[in-house]
């Protein structure tokens, strides 16, 4: 099933669960991908048979990577100590130990955000910048990626950032989940948006903003209106980049 080239990615949200087989020359999907609904009870225990039953339908072969994005910090071989959007039992627990027993084999997890920075850095909007690169994902929550001249520095959770003015923490006021849920207005989003992209501006200069997540396929009616210095510009794998990032980077740790 997979080829040469290939590798599997699963990327894990707070709302679904999608995984393929990646091309990794093209940085897409090398066949459709799969989508199932995230559990309400988002459990080690239910997680973890998803996506033993993902690998076996895609038939993914003994020895080809298998990369997954998952919505928290992740450092192999040490417990999780923060949660924001699945369920809490998952703390304490290698998140990479409980996805490697569940497949019977080694498997590479990684952030969920800091997957789909890599894969614009690689194949899609941050293709060749230099400099640092700021990534985010607008979904459930916030999600970031910091990729300075194309090195990745892992796990920062700048979606948990203060807004100024009581405002709170910046995923709890703007993440898309949170425009559905007030039924906020684009321009009403961008105007919380602006807030956010103003104060990752003011304190890390970054040369480029990508903007992912589900909702970068509406970025013509947002992105126009967030009002920063700072190019910004739509995630070109919009939310194909946590599947094809978690693929690529599980490569990039076999050498
Ligand atoms: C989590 C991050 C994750 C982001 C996007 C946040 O709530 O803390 O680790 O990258 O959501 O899923």
């Not at 590798?7 to 894990?12: M, P, R, T, V, W």
């Not at 923060?82 to 998140?95: E, R, Y």
């Not at 293709?127 to 985010?136: D, I």
Request: aromatic fraction near 8%.
């Amino acid at each position: 099933m997979i080829e040469t080239a290939q590798a599997f990615g699963i990327d894990i949200g707070g709302s679904g669960i999608k995984a393929a087989p990646v091309d990794l020359e093209r940085g897409d999907f090398a066949v459709p991908r799969l989508k199932v609904h995230t559990p309400e009870r988002s459990t080690p225990k239910a997680l973890a048979k998803i996506v033993r039953q993902a690998v076996e339908r895609f038939e993914v072969p003994e020895g080809a990577p298998i990369g997954i994005a998952f919505p928290a910090p992740v450092r192999p071989g040490r417990p999780l100590d923060f949660m924001a959007n699945l369920d809490k039992s998952w703390i304490g627990l290698d998140v990479t130990e409980v996805f490697s027993r569940a497949c019977g084999r080694p498997v590479t997890v990684v952030n969920d955000a800091d997957a789909a920075g890599l894969a614009e850095q690689r194949y899609g909007a941050a293709k060749g910048q230099g400099g640092l690169v700021v990534a985010t994902t607008l979904g459930t929550g916030i999600g970031t990626a910091l990729i300075y001249d194309g090195v990745l520095i892992p796990n920062t959770e700048l979606g948990h950032i203060e807004l100024a003015k009581g405002k709170g923490e910046a995923e709890k006021y703007a993440a898309s989940s949170v425009r559905d849920k007030k039924s906020l207005g684009y321009r009403k989003w961008a105007k919380r948006l602006t807030k956010y992209y103003g104060l990752l501006e003011k304190y890390l200069n970054p040369d480029l903003f990508v903007v992912g997540g589900g909702v970068s396929r509406m970025s013509e009616k947002f992105l126009p209106y967030i009002d920063v210095h700072t190019p910004i510009v739509p995630a070109k794998l919009r939310n194909q980049a946590g599947i094809v990032g978690a693929a690529y980077y599980a490569t990039s740790k076999l050498v």
